[in-house]
């Protein structure tokens, strides 16, 4: 039996070296990341997502979610508020008032300054103001219903044969002017009740004037598919 001489000796040394090597290089590692601080640790972290986040990933783009009004119960500022302040300049002005009223926040205007006598067309001088409610309006996710109401005394022209008439004419055209602003059409409802939802008694002029008026009601709270009815079964 004859011994191992020369060079083939000492080979399995190279093997022994190498591994020696990588422990080595392990323990400085871990010692590495023991010692980083916080902040380096996050850097590191957010470098390695980088490297191991698909492409398809990076390019998704990512969902815009209004934080003031998806949900009215946890925390984030309540619907009414935020609609509030974002229409105060006009509630300040009197140009229209807003309410509360059961599960709707409701904004009230005057159909007087909206349209001329009798009329249906709203006046070219409002077309900014419905602008800028169509913008408060528009990003907030939920079921719209937009009510025309008139005062008692009748009406009957070449047009109009009713206040039913008028009541859902200017409902309707209020529809189409937040429409051509922006807001999704299958969110809104045009609902017309003529005479028969008074805020007074129509005893005088001035609460005759008062019942003459075009309502926005925004349902509050977050639904995931706001404009679609649970419908009746009959």
């Known amino acids: 039996m004859s011994n191992q001489s020369g060079p083939d000796r000492h080979r399995w040394l190279i093997s022994y070296a190498d591994y ?20 380096q640790y ?41 609609v509030k ?18 599960e709707w926040v409701k904004i009230r205007l005057k159909t007087d300054t909206l349209f001329p006598a009798g009329g249906w067309e709203i006046n070219d001088e409002m077309m900014d103001m419905i602008e800028q409610l169509a913008l408060v309006v528009r990003p907030i996710p939920n079921e719209i219903n937009i009510e025309g109401h008139t005062d008692d005394v009748p009406i009957s022209t070449r047009n109009i044969v009713s206040n039913w008439d008028l009541s859902a004419l200017r409902a309707v055209a209020m529809v189409r002017a937040f429409e051509l602003f922006g807001v999704a059409p299958q969110r809104m409802a045009a609902i017309g009740f003529s005479y028969h939802k008074p805020l007074f008694a129509n005893d005088s ?18 639904l995931n598919q706001p404009w679609a009815r649970e419908e009746t079964v009959k």
């Open 20 to 39: 020696m090597t990588l422990l080595c290089a392990f323990f400085i590692m871990l010692y590495s990341v023991k010692s980083l601080n916080e902040e």
């Open 42 to 82: 996050q850097a590191v972290q957010e470098a390695l997502e980088g490297i191991f986040t698909t492409p398809s990933q990076q390019l998704l783009p990512q969902p815009e979610v209004s934080t003031t009004i998806l949900d009215h119960n946890n925390g984030v500022m309540p619907l009414y508020e935020t």
């Open 85 to 102: 302040q974002q229409l105060q300049v006009f509630i300040d002005s009197k140009d229209l008032t807003l309410d509360q009223e059961g």
């Open 205 to 222: 002029n001035e609460h005759r004037l008062a019942n003459r008026r075009v309502e926005i009601l925004i349902k509050q709270g977050s």
